[in-house]
């Protein structure tokens, strides 16, 4: 069964979490954990309790669960310089180098790939990296016959006009802007924000990449938790779940509204695109690894016990008899506490609820 979120942002979910002897309880009161309050006394040295649970030597790891959204990334949208729509593509095509998402005049625009917008016409004489980088795209494309370099020569422009030939285009042998459609890699149109017989003036549409990921945005106070090139374990809606890996972590935090908490963005690449289904834009949950505490002594933590001038302690049992051992506290993950103290090893019983 699924659990609800608290609220729609990225918060943590209702979890024990520790540092070295403090206890942070989200959610739940001390005494529901066995630490004591609600009004009950403490245990009588020398009481047996009614249940005993073993200590155990472990590996504990801490975990913290957020809420994240999967879908294909942060939208861009695309204006036109002019004339007039005459074909869109659907929302949801995916869109390669070479090929197009709509047609001006009935002429496609043809992407090509790089980070810089085809700002300026390239002609005969023209020099510059956006030379090399259109060069790279018309090599890619399979058209050869000139080098790829920053100068624009007769040799391009002669592949330029076979370009333009096998798209029904005016063979010019230059390139203007608005006749190409310049973007980081293969992408999905999102939505079409134009229709077919608009003027082309403003936008025609909306595009992201091609490959899903995990958006979350993380309460500043748990950033530690997250770190470029760890491991991730993503759960879908229908309680599914997949691996990730973060491959991205904010550096500026976005303040909250009102009670809303400070955050950083985070964002996890999805290793197998397969298992997500037909899921866009959908809630997820992103379990993040903490820390991973190797042969240590854990009991239940409702086996700890308040002491009144502060920290914890369990009651060992043996031979029928029950004494209080102080404890330190470490690691808490899924029901569980590192503990350490004098006497205590692996095998010995402690006093439990029942």
């Known amino acids: 069964m699924r659990r609800t979120r608290a609220t729609p942002r990225a918060t943590t979910r209702a979890t024990v979490f520790a540092a070295t002897g403090v206890v942070v309880a989200a959610g739940a009161g001390l005494a529901t954990a066995g630490l004591g309050g609600g009004g009950e006394a403490p245990a009588a040295r020398g009481a047996l309790p009614p249940a005993t649970a073993p200590i155990e030597r472990t590996t504990l790891v801490e975990t913290r669960t957020v809420d994240g959204t999967l879908g294909y990334g942060t939208a861009r949208t695309v204006s036109g310089t002019g004339g007039t729509v005459t074909w869109l ?144 374990t993503i759960e879908l ?54 820390g991973r505490h190797a042969d240590v002594l854990a009991v239940p933590i409702a086996a700890l016990l308040a002491r009144p001038g502060g920290g914890y302690s369990v009651q060992v049992v043996e031979n029928g008899r029950a004494r209080t051992v102080p404890v330190e506290t470490g690691a808490f993950s899924e029901g569980r506490v590192e503990i350490s103290g004098a006497g205590l090893a692996e095998g010995m019983k402690v006093g439990v609820p029942a």
Do not use: C, M
Not at 253 to 274: C, I, L, M, S, Y
């Open 89 to 232: 593509a659907r929302a949801g095509t995916a869109v390669a180098r070479g090929r197009w998402a709509y047609k001006i005049d009935n002429r496609p625009v043809p992407l090509l790939y790089g980070p810089l917008p085809l700002y300026r016409t390239l002609a005969g004489g023209t020099e510059g990296p956006d030379v090399r980088q259109f060069e790279r795209n018309l090599r890619a494309l399979g058209y050869t016959g000139f080098t790829v370099d920053e100068d624009y020569g007769a040799a391009t422009a002669a592949a330029v006009r076979r370009w333009q030939e096998d798209l029904g285009l005016p063979e010019t042998g230059k390139v203007a802007p608005g006749s190409v459609l310049v973007v980081p890699g293969e992408i999905r149109v999102a939505e079409r924000k134009a229709a077919v017989g608009d003027r082309a003036g403003g936008a025609i549409l909306t595009y992201t990449g091609t490959t899903r990921k995990v958006s979350v945005d993380l309460d500043v106070q748990y950033q530690r938790l997250a770190k470029e090139g760890a491991g991730v």
């Open 237 to 290: 809606p229908d309680g599914a779940t997949t691996k990730g890996t973060i491959t991205g972590v904010g550096r500026v935090a976005k303040e909250g509204r009102g009670d809303e908490p400070t955050t950083v963005a985070v964002t996890v690449a999805v290793r197998g695109q397969g298992a997500l289904g037909t899921y866009d834009k959908a809630p997820v949950e992103v379990h993040l690894t903490a």
